[in-house]
């Protein structure tokens, strides 16, 4: 549901990437020593790198641009994915809630401040894309139940704060989605950067700290320190960590909502777990199961909500294609993605 957004965001981020490790890359050539540069230049090429090397910029100011791009690309994708992951929650809330009575409070009280909020701002440019009737139609036919209502996400997302954690929760939980922060902090791929990839030198919060601070110093054009490439590269792995976990979040909140009004339920649950195999045991419903079957695989404790595809299934110590299983079997499965003991299955029906 939440997969284009969070697929876009991974291909700018690894556009970063590439941009990190091929300026990198440039920037070894052009500063190597001349004895290296001539035994690499040969009579097809020779035009090429003399333009490409009469005008590079000195070492210092090189990492400077580089550092300066990348932090503030890198924060301006992480804003807009979490502007663009509330915004889509948001448009989805009325068909999980049909009534507008039916949304928390909260909610509704946030939409109700943040439309008059919008009212007294639409002269600025941030907004030159909202009508007045805009804004006030979708608070109206909440309010009188004449029409479907709507609510517009640019009430909920006034901010004049970086999104760090406190901002972060708060946009989250002034749409419903509370605890933001500590699902991040659960999340597989948030610990594996923290545990793995930074030694567990910093905690979540102090990381992000640090990459907004990076960014600020960016925008004001003097950073206190530059960055070299890994550096920059890790943050690219903690932008992708963060995006992920929070994509996964609302995923979550969509599935609990709909099994709380019917229309989903867990179909099952891993038992085991081999991770050798990176396969294991299912004990499941009654339910149709073959290969190329995805399965949202859920665990709110650990901060688990993503979609897995089923690549084989053994009943008995033998491979089947396709399986109408009892209420209670148990089922060896093996997905495209690893799992882990402890997940409940949904059938993926709201895709």
């Known amino acids: ?80 994915f979490v502007e663009a992951l509330i915004s889509d929650w948001l448009i989805l809330l009325p068909e999980l809630y049909p009534q507008y009575s039916d949304l928390d409070a909260t909610i509704r009280n946030n939409h109700r401040l943040g439309v008059g909020k919008l009212l007294t701002e639409l002269n600025k440019n941030r907004y030159e894309h909202l009508t007045l009737e805009k804004v006030m139609q979708g608070l109206f036919h909440a309010t009188t139940g004449e029409q479907a209502y709507e609510l517009l996400p640019d009430a909920f997302l006034i901010h004049e704060q970086n999104l760090r954690r406190e901002t972060l929760e708060r946009l989250f939980a002034n749409a419903g989605i509370s605890n933001a922060w500590k699902w991040i902090e659960k999340h597989r791929a948030v610990k594996y950067f923290v545990e793995e990839i930074k030694a567990n030198q910093n905690n979540v919060e102090s990381e992000l700290n640090e990459f907004i601070s990076y960014r600020n110093d960016a925008a004001h054009g003097s950073p206190d320190e530059v960055l070299g490439a890994s550096a920059l590269l890790e943050l690219c792995d903690f932008v992708d960590a963060l995006s992920e976990a929070l994509a996964e979040l609302v995923t979550y909140q969509v599935i609990k909502r709909k099994e709380s009004i019917g229309q989903i339920r867990a179909i099952g649950k891993i038992t085991e777990w081999f991770k050798k195999s990176n396969a294991g045991v299912a004990k499941v419903e009654e339910i149709n199961l073959s290969v190329g079957k995805k399965f949202f695989l859920v665990n709110e404790e650990t901060s688990c909500c993503y979609i897995v595809t089923i690549i084989s299934i053994q009943i008995d110590d033998s491979p089947v294609n396709n399986l109408r299983t009892t209420t209670g079997m148990e089922v060896g499965l093996k997905f495209d993605l690893s799992a882990k003991q402890g997940l409940y299955l949904y059938k993926l029906e709201f895709e």
């Open 1 to 80: 549901m939440f997969q284009d957004i969070l697929l876009t965001v991974k291909s700018n981020i690894n556009t970063v990437r590439s941009i990190i490790k091929t300026n990198d890359n440039l920037m070894k050539f052009a500063f190597a020593s001349d004895a290296l540069i001539k035994t690499e230049i040969n009579e097809e090429t020779d035009l090429f790198l003399s333009n490409l090397l009469q005008d590079i910029p000195k070492a210092t100011e090189w990492r400077i641009y580089d550092h300066c791009a990348v932090v503030t690309r890198l924060y301006a994708i992480y804003e807009h």
